[in-house]
């Protein structure tokens, strides 16, 4: 029988990026014995690469922006998919989340007045996004790391949870393993805080880091929570195309919001004949009034090039395909010409090191060449707004694995306000969860030993198959049948390679001991990317229309019919994965004609 | 695609060895990258720690020929051809296994200093600073915990006794930032000269020279807070009077 030692806790949070560490600083203020648990170091996590900013209607560089206008932006941004709840929580409780990170140290850029300052962000209607520089995650995490260490929560580093438990139908705790030593780790908890972000890890091209293998939305989808909106995955449209080693890394919306216009090879600022008619009212058509939208957002309307993610994507995909693009297939990106190079260096430290660093590119004199990479889930664990509780009794969701607050489509700026705001409500949603709990759940000795076995069976194979060969053919797979622009032939077949991989999975056998191995790491890991890239797939097929960043060339059109309803994914009686479409909460009439209203332009 | 040689030094806290691999690297390419080649491809539980592969998170560091670097920024191309790249773990930090080191001194550290204490806000609950009042903070505030500047300290890195008496570069940054944010009331000035052990630090400069975020650790943190040390010991007003205008 495997050995696992054994703690206890009330509220054990899964994740320290931004959510999990906001999550654990409340469920640990309101008593609550809270571990924090994360596979990195502490202070590693996702949310340290986060580079444009922290979208919060603060008003300090224009006074007209307020949360009615931040709701706006954000449910027309997620094609009026989003939960409105979450969107309204969102909007009204993001400025708080951002004045408390200062008074927890953080140094944000001022403005001329020493009040935090804004910028502008694709997709919102006014300069929004509080920074610093073009490293906000890394101060968010740093503040909050900062803080936590001092509140006396139990922190497990570079341990990472592979399954969670249940007392009948409610949470009982999590099994995982040391990365250090492989020893396994058994956590008994009232409630379980999932806070452990995206999956980019199973796309080909993607920003994201290798923790991304959407544990948390594997681990609550086992347990029996439901998924919704698991067809939604953002491309960014900026990543960097060449050098071939640094495909996919993040070129901040940052360089658009301060200037920087995407051309094609024949020098066009291609984003003006892409204009969508939901956009047309408030976004500039002529390149003059684009520029002009810089330096005054009363008097004129957006550049296209800061229309959202979405549309920026496809436009890009759209240009490469017509061969206007760049030699390496992507487009350029061009702020060399159109900023002095101080302010550039100034403004964008980060991209103009990394192009240096990496590309031998300097962009302060030449143009960026950009294409689009997988870098967000808008799907996650269902939750209630309020309390960020799961379908399933003690479990809560936050951050990127969470779903609902984003729709069909994210708003850039919008996810590291959402890991504040929902994090301090899923920790003091679990944290209140285990206060009511009259009895304790208890663990099931024989279900934790049958997945501890479970853990360690790839040491027993001596299988043929390679965890990384497995990883690489499932990048593959995604990239190319369940990319940007999908079709329901592709899909299927995306569908039949997932489940041949799930096989071929069950016979990966690893060398080495369990000291720190990353090879049988990655083989727990992959369980969960197929898990998530299947239910991914599955609702790809099952959505019939294009929405937000869900484009399917076979049904072009967005329909008024699929606009009610969401998509859930939920395990079903044998282990299959189900789906439903679950009709969208009703929208109270008040914040209806919010989102309807026509924007003015000027005063 | 050309092939290039390594030297990956492979055991845990009982010993171990350099180990040649031979790869192919595509063009561009970073040492990380071809310590994943390495892994995928002909030694699956070859340890190493990354995040981000974009210089932003600080995981991956070790020494590279000899040189503290990032993994992820530093392009293969940038020694010269045919010659083999030697990656070892830091040195400072006890082994775990091949390029995993033990940290967790600097998470002890992290703990022992005293939290930020904020001054009351503004009448309309509002902080104001200018800009220019936090650029030195925000300059210390870029710091990624890569620790390599606490890898290359002479003081910790050739006395490992010393370390329960030394803080290192990484946490004397910190301790800067603190200091100089303009916010801050915490008085931790006889806690850098003690506990910290500033006064070890005899101005080297070798951590300035490894930092990846070209932080001035040395001339904008770590002088200014020996200065501040000997002020205080020396003339006490003085320094309650500067942390008052601040
Ligand atoms: C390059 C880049 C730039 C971005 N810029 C912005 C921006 O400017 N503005 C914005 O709003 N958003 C931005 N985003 C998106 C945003 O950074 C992420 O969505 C967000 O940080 C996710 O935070 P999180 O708290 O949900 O998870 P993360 O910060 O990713 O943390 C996940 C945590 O879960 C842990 N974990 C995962 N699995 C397990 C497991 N099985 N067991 C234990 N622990 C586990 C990890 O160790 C980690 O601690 C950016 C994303 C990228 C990639
Ligand atoms: S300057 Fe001081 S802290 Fe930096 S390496 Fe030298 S002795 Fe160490
Ligand atoms: S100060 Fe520089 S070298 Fe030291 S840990 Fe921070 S980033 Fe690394
Ligand atoms: S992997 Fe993040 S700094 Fe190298």
């Known amino acids: 029988m495997p050995e696992y030692e054994t703690h206890d806790f009330d509220v054990v949070v899964v994740g320290a990026g931004g959510a999990g560490l906001r999550a654990a600083i409340e469920a640990s203020a309101r008593g609550a014995r809270t571990a924090l648990v994360c596979k990195s170091l502490l202070g590693k996590a996702h949310t340290v690469m986060a580079e444009g900013g922290i979208a919060a209607a603060m008003g300090n560089v224009y006074p007209e922006d307020n949360w009615q206008v931040h709701f706006r932006d954000t449910m027309r941004g997620g094609k009026m998919l989003n939960n409105w709840r979450m969107a309204q929580l969102h909007a009204q409780e993001a400025p708080e989340r951002v004045y408390e990170l200062e008074r927890w140290g953080a140094l944000f850029d001022r403005t001329k007045d020493g009040l935090i300052l804004q910028r502008p962000f694709g997709g919102h209607r006014y300069d929004r996004l509080a920074h610093v520089g073009d490293r906000t995650g890394l101060e968010m995490i740093r503040t909050l790391q900062q803080h936590a260490v001092h509140k006396g929560i139990d922190v497990f580093m570079e341990c990472a949870i592979s399954r969670l438990l249940k007392d009948g139908d409610r949470i009982s705790g999590a099994l995982g393993y040391w990365r250090e030593s492989g020893r396994l780790i058994l956590f008994r908890a009232k409630a379980v805080v999932l806070a452990t972000g995206g999956v980019g890890r199973a796309f080909a091209v993607t920003s994201n880091s290798w923790e991304y293998t959407g544990d948390g939305h594997a681990l609550a989808y086992w347990a029996g929570a439901d998924l919704i909106d698991m067809e939604f995955v953002q491309f960014h449209p900026t990543g960097m195309v060449w050098p071939p080693s ?303 960043a869900h484009t399917r060339d076979d049904y072009p059109e967005t329909s008024r019919d699929w606009g009610r309803f969401n998509i859930a994914v939920r395990i079903g009686a044998n282990g299959e994965p189900t789906i439903a479409r679950e009709p969208l909460p009703e929208m109270p009439s008040e914040l209806r004609a919010l989102v309807e209203q026509e924007v003015k332009i000027g005063a | 695609m050309p092939e290039v040689a390594m030297k990956v030094f492979r055991g845990d806290s009982s010993g171990g060895e350099f180990v040649d691999y031979t790869v192919d690297a595509d063009e561009g390419q970073v040492v990380l990258d071809v310590i994943h080649t390495i892994q995928a491809t002909q030694a699956s539980d070859l340890a190493v720690r990354w995040n981000c592969k974009a210089g932003k998170c600080g995981s991956c560091s070790a020494e590279v020929n000899g040189l503290p670097k990032l993994m992820c920024m530093t392009r293969v191309n940038s020694f010269r051809p045919g010659e083999p790249i030697t990656v070892a773990p830091i040195k400072t930090f006890p082994l775990i296994k091949d390029l995993v080191t033990d940290v967790s001194f600097n998470y002890g550290v992290a703990k022992e200093i005293p939290a930020f204490r904020p001054r009351p806000p503004e009448a309309d609950g509002r902080y104001r600073m200018m800009q220019e009042d936090i650029e030195r903070g925000q300059e210390f505030r870029k710091c990624i915990e890569c620790f390599l500047c606490q890898n290359v300290c002479h003081v910790i890195r050739d006395h490992p006794d010393n370390k329960p008496r030394f803080y290192g570069p990484r946490f004397f940054v910190r301790l800067a930032e603190l200091e100089m944010h303009p916010l801050d009331t915490e008085d931790r000035t006889e806690l850098i000269r003690k506990a910290a052990g500033i006064g070890m630090c005899n101005i080297t400069k070798c951590c300035t020279e490894v930092c990846p975020e070209d932080i001035h650790i040395t001339d904008n943190a770590i002088i200014p807070l020996k200065e501040r040390v000997a002020d205080r010991f020396y003339d006490p007003f003085r320094w309650i009077f500067g942390k008052l205008r601040a």
């Open chain 1, 246 to 548: 640094v495909r996919g890394i993040l070129v901040t919306e940052g360089v658009r919001g301060d200037g920087g216009t995407l051309r094609n090879s024949e020098g066009e600022r291609f984003m003006f004949r892409y204009i969508p008619e939901y956009f047309r009212v408030e976004t500039a058509e002529a390149e003059e009034e684009a520029d002009r939208w810089y330096e005054d957002k009363v008097n004129n309307r957006r550049t296209p090039d800061l229309l959202p993610r979405d549309e920026v994507a496809r436009a890009i995909n759209s240009e490469v395909k017509a061969g206007r693009g760049s030699p390496h297939g992507g487009v350029y990106l061009d702020i060399a010409t159109r900023r002095p190079a101080e302010y550039i260096r100034r403004r964008l430290p980060s991209m103009f090191h990394q192009f240096k660093q990496l590309a031998d590119v300097d962009i302060t004199t030449t143009q960026m060449e950009v294409g689009p990479t997988m870098h967000y889930i808008m799907g996650g664990v269902r939750v209630d707004p309020d309390t960020a509780a799961a379908t399933v009794p003690g479990l809560f969701a936050a951050g990127e694995c969470a779903g609902g607050m984003h729709g069909a489509n994210r708003l850039g700026g919008n996810s590291l306000s959402d890991l504040l705001v929902f994090g301090l409500r899923a920790g003091a949603g679990a944290a209140e969860y285990t206060n009511g709990l009259s009895n304790a759940p208890a663990v099931n000795a024989a279900e934790a030993e049958a997945i501890a076995r479970d853990m360690l069976v790839p040491f027993e194979r001596k299988g043929d198959e390679s965890p990384y060969a497995l990883q690489h053919q499932l990048q593959e797979t995604m990239h190319n049948l369940v990319g940007i622009i999908r079709t329901e032939g592709e899909l299927q077949r995306a569908l039949v390679d997932i489940r041949e991989l799930k096989e071929r999975a069950e016979r990966t056998g690893v060398e080495g001991n369990r000291q720190y191995n990353p090879g049988w790491h990655l083989a727990m890991d992959l369980r969960a990317m197929l898990s998530i890239s299947e239910a991914i797939a599955l609702a790809a097929i099952e959505r019939k229309e294009s929405r937000g």
